[in-house]
């Protein structure tokens, strides 16, 4: 699946995540490059109004979800 594909699937459920990344940001695709990038985007999703709520920028998530222990990161 395109990072096209994923970004409007995961735009489709939660409006939140379109605001936060649009299709050319940098950080999006740092996230998709990493390992587990398309799994670690579809939890950002998923919390993405909460975040976008709470002024998360596209930095901020990429800042969570690299290196060890994002899921427990994401899980606060």
Request: proline fraction near 0%; charged fraction near 30%.
């Amino acid at each position: 699946m395109s990072l096209d594909d994923i970004i409007e699937q995961l735009g489709k459920n939660n409006e939140s995540f379109t605001h936060i990344f649009q299709r050319d940001d940098k950080n999006i695709q740092r996230i998709i490059s990493t390992k587990n990038g398309e799994t670690k985007l579809r939890s950002i999703a998923g919390i993405s109004d909460f975040l976008f709520k709470n002024g998360f920028n596209s930095y901020h998530y990429f800042s969570i979800v690299v290196g060890k222990g994002w899921e427990e990161k994401l899980e606060w």
